[in-house]
Structures are given as C-alpha cells and as structure tokens.
Nanobody, 124 residues
Framework: VQQLVESGGGSVQAGGSLKLSCAAS????????MGWIRQAPGQAREVVAS????????YYVDSVKGRFTISQDNDKNMLYLQMNSLKPEDTAMYYC?????????????????WGQGTQVTVSS
C-alpha cells in the first residue's frame, strides 16, 4: 500500500525547534517532488517547502525561509523538515506531500497526495 506517514509534531514554545519526518512506502510513478504542506485553523493548505526527488536543493515560502530546512534520505525513503526559531504563526497541521513538480504556496493539481498529518503547536 502506498502511503506517507508523518511524525515528529508536538508543542513547543516560540523560539524552539522541531524536526518532522515522513516515511514513504512506495511512490506514485508521475511524482517528481516531495514537500511539506501546512494548514492552520480556518486557512487553506499551503506548500511551505519542497524538494525534487534525488535533489538536495530546497524551495521555501518567504514566511519560513531561513528557519525551515527540507531534506531527504533517498535510501530510506524518508523526508524531513527541520523547523527552527518557531513562531506562534507556524501552528498548523503539517502534511508530507508528493507532487508532480515542485510548487510553493496554495495547493493545486500538482499535489498528488498527502499523509494524515502531524500537529505542530507553538505557544508564545
């Protein structure tokens, strides 16, 4: 069964760090990019970080640039998101996602699937 399973979420104070992990069991043939989507209460899902499969360059929305780092371990089929200097506005459900090509911002048809998500809560 192809699936994406996230872990590593939790509650931290502002300024703290968390590292999210995503275990991928099988990939969709048309996917070329992996990423992290977040959805805050009452807001639409947005892709905040993405990386081409096999690549090492990450792409980030401005709101997380310099604080978040996306990485992957191709041998282990793992995707990561290191989140530093967390802010209350980073509070959201975070989803690992598989995409046709790398995008940032609002989710569109390039996103093929995402996992069940892991909650990140940042308190001030």
């Amino acid at each position: 069964v192809q699936q994406l399973v996230e872990s590593g979420g939790g509650s931290v104070q502002a300024g703290g760090s968390l590292k999210l992990s995503c275990a991928a069991s099988g990939y969709i043939a048309s996917s070329n990019c992996m990423g992290w989507i977040r959805q805050a209460p009452g807001q639409a899902r947005e892709v905040v970080a993405s990386i081409y499969r096999g690549g090492d360059r990450g792409y980030y929305v401005d709101s997380v640039k310099g604080r978040f780092t996306i990485s992957q371990d191709n041998d282990k089929n793992m995707l990561y998101l290191q989140m530093n200097s967390l802010k209350p506005e980073d509070t959201a459900m975070y989803y690992c996602a598989e995409m046709r090509y790398c995008i940032l911002g609002p989710v569109n048809a390039a996103v093929l699937r995402w996992g069940q998500g892991t909650q990140v809560t940042v308190s001030s």
